[in-house]
């Protein structure tokens, strides 16, 4: 692939975006009938289903606690979801990701309600475009939700980068491949910070601008996770109001 003379043009992004703006975004809830609770989420070109099973008994036993739920979540690329075949299995990047989302959804559950049990979440790629944790994040969230999972919050996630000396919201495939800054934030409704990675290079200023960028972003998609969880439950939600 041949890397783009300019990512951005008069405020235009290649794929017709502005700076601030995320890609078109697609949710169903309850995809799969065997998982407690699941999530098919689109992202731009990002296809993930999400889903969760538990509280359930912790095997081995050994790694129950006994004060509260285990959190545990697999992130995995389909081997059909890059260009290039992936060789199948986990590697290191699935095993990080897998890590750090974890750690951002492991602060909203209300894991001291369900000792000695395990609550399993996993995320399948099915196509990938730039951006797959926080897309596989965004659809955990629902897929929680949805298995009626205690949470404190919903997560929500984006990330921002630097492309030509320009902030953006919401990397596609190019401009993360060719960008001078990839910023992946997750935070919940009441703007706590779950998840902030970096890969490049920010100034201070540019920092602050990116992170408050990040924050209207995961505002927005907030407000799609909300909207998909009262259609599927209207009845059960009308007058409730999800964090």
């Given at each position: 692939m041949n890397k783009p003379e300019n990512l951005i043009e008069n405020g235009?992004?290649?794929?017709?975006?502005?700076?601030?703006?995320?890609?078109?975004?697609?949710?169903?809830?309850g995809v799969l009938n065997r998982a407690d609770g699941s999530c098919y989420?689109?992202?731009?070109g990002n296809k993930v289903i999400a889903a969760v099973y538990g509280p359930r008994e912790v095997h081995p036993r050994h790694m129950q606690k006994s004060t509260s739920a285990v959190v545990r979540y697999?992130?995995?690329?389909?081997?059909?979801?890059?260009?290039?075949?992936?060789?199948?299995g986990p590697d290191r990047r699935s095993i990080e990701i897998s890590k750090v989302s974890r750690e951002a959804l492991e602060p909203v559950i209300f894991q001291e309600y369900f000792p000695r049990s395990a609550i399993d979440i996993f995320v399948e790629v099915l196509q990938a475009d730039a951006g797959t944790r926080t897309a596989g994040i965004n659809a955990a969230s629902i897929a929680l939700a949805d298995a009626g999972i205690p949470m404190k919050s919903l997560?929500?996630?984006?990330?921002v980068?630097?492309?030509?000396?320009?902030?953006?919201?919401d990397l596609n495939k190019d401009e993360d491949n060719y960008g001078q800054a990839d910023m992946p934030?997750?935070?919940?409704?009441?703007?706590?910070?779950?998840?902030?990675?970096?890969?490049?290079?920010?100034?201070?200023?540019e920092f602050r601008e990116a992170l408050e960028?990040?924050?209207?972003?995961?505002?927005?998609?907030?407000e799609m996770q909300k909207a998909a969880l009262m259609e599927k439950y209207p009845a059960q939600l009308e007058g409730d109001v999800i964090e």
């Open positions: 235009i992004r290649l794929d017709g975006r502005k700076p601030d703006e995320l890609r078109p975004i697609k949710i169903e809830v989420f689109e992202f731009g697999r992130y995995n690329m389909a081997s059909f979801s890059v260009e290039e075949r992936k060789r199948p997560v929500s996630s984006c990330a980068g630097k492309i030509n000396d320009t902030l953006v919201l934030v997750a935070i919940t409704k009441d703007g706590n910070i779950t998840l902030l990675q970096m890969d490049g290079h920010l100034s201070r200023d960028m990040a924050l209207k972003g995961c505002e927005a998609i907030y």
